[in-house]
């Protein structure tokens, strides 16, 4: 990597790491209440509550209008051009998103009744309007994200992520353990979300306070907003349009598929699936900023080898977890939940499918396209995964219920996806490394099903069968790598200096790094 992409990409790594032990902590805390209330609602009570939550969230999908994306795409930006500017990038984005957050959470109180009686289940009318609230924290826990995010500040993002999870355990698992059962749940997760959100609000204080001061000494609000609207608006289109197609897709669901024991096991599933974000969800949080930096006029050859190794390097680690969730669903699930939620591995498995598609750049493509200030082309693509996703995913649930749903999600956003990679080669010449990408799938993909085969003839119990995998997937893998020649000795130099900025992750990476050198030197040398 040239020095400037070897700074950038130790930068990325350092918040990408801040992020995700904020992910995997504060996702540890939530598992127990999730496990409890899963247990003690079971599967019918759960899909319920999942079917509340989905009214007040299409409604929250035209609370941004870009305003988010634009803080984080300005405030990285003018971090390294004019650190005055921020100021009025944070302030005017906190006021615009409060001023939404609220009108909306009143306008779904009131449709709470309208929104009921088209889920064809009008008796959860209290439930919908306890969760309107999640609309107006909402505003306020992706408000302070966006301020992280854009000056690189993703341990606060983590400190509220863990805020957050601590308050609803405890909130969720008390409120249902004293009876209040559905209405309990979903009044811990509104009012858990509202205090991460207030606490987000004191951290962003902290970086908000010693930022200087624009010369005049003032904020500008309006000339802000507008700029955040004119950088923003196309992306809040392409936002609010896939968040609807998301929640329609929730819609058609509880309309189709009246057993609510399936709908809990496909939620399930989707939690379950955050497995994979842990690594996913530091990727493309960081990329956005990074990209952001850059002007493909001026900086072409590093944001080339910025775009090429953040798809590889992404690709190798998301894409192994996620064959490995694939492989070990079923233990997985079985292990804490026996058969009491019996299709939710089936639906975990093919859910996680679209996390391979990274390896095509999938968790990239998108955020070089805004980075770069093409907002509006990626606005034509939401449109068009959207004309797809529409009528595909209307006609797969009315016919296949939850299975529908998930063919529909894996197949709608692919041509999209394709163009998007069309684009970035003919604008900015830049492409994803195939060989590379054929590499690492090709390891994921024969590890995931020898993995499989192994565990599908123990007779051990699921915890067993879990251990026994996860280890066998590890060793066959780092094997398949090293044969491939997935990883080369150009990586591992690139490596061993990202991950001098892990933290504690630092001795562990740089022991892994060191034996696999060894290994490759013994195999080659055969």
Sequence with gaps: MTNKAAEMAKVSARGGFNLLWGL??????SAGGTIAITYILGADK???????????????????????????????????????????????????????????????????????TSLHRPTIVPLIQIASLIILAGALVNTVTAAFTGVEKMHLYSYMLIIQSIVKTALVVALVLLGFGTIGAVTGYSLATLIAGLAGILLMWTIYRPLPKPIDGKLKIMASIKTMFNYGLPVSIS????????????????????????????????????????????????????????????????????????????????????????????????????NRFADAPLFLALLSISYLYAAFGSLSVSNLINGQGYTGFNMKLSVLSVVIGFPLGFLMVS?????????????YSLPSLFIGLRFIKNQFG????????????????????LTYA?????????????????????????????VTRTINRFDLNNLQEIVNVLGPLRKPMRFLLNILEKLMTLLHAN
């Design 24 to 29: 995997v902590a504060s996702t540890i805390i």
């Design 46 to 116: 759960y899909g319920l509550y999942s079917i509340a939550l989905i009214g007040p969230t299409l409604i929250a999908t035209f609370r941004d209008w870009g305003v988010n994306s634009a803080m984080v795409k300005y405030s990285a930006q003018y971090n390294v051009e004019d650190k005055t500017k921020i100021r009025s990038i944070f302030f005017s984005g906190l006021v615009f998103e409060l001023i939404l957050g609220v009108s909306l959470t009143i306008l779904s109180f009131v449709l709470s009744p309208f929104i009921a």
């Design 454 to 482: 192994l565990i599908s003839t123990l007779a051990f119990s699921n915890p067993v069968r879990l251990v026994i995998g996860v280890i066998a997937f590890v060793v066959i893998f780092i094997a398949a790598t090293i």
């Design 430 to 449: 830049v492409s994803v490394d195939w060989s590379s990408s054929v590499k690492i799938l090709f390891s994921s993909i024969i590890t995931a099903v």
């Design 239 to 338: 936002t609010i349009i896939t968040g609807f197609l998301t929640v329609f897709y929730g819609y058609i669901l509880a309309i189709y598929v009246t057993n609510n024991a399936i709908i809990g096991n496909y939620n399930l599933a989707v939690v379950f699936s955050v497995l994979i974000t842990f690594f996913a969800t530091p990727v493309t949080t960081m990329l956005f900023p990074a990209f952001s930096k850059l002007d493909y006029r001026k900086d072409k050859e590093t944001l080339k080898n910025v775009f090429q190794y953040s798809v590889k390097y992404a690709s190798l680690i998301v894409v192994p977890v996620t064959a490995l969730v694939i492989a070990l669903a079923q233990p997985g699930i079985g292990t804490i939940y026996q």
């Design 399 to 411: 016919h296949f219920g939850v299975i529908g749903l998930i063919v529909t999600s894996l197949t």
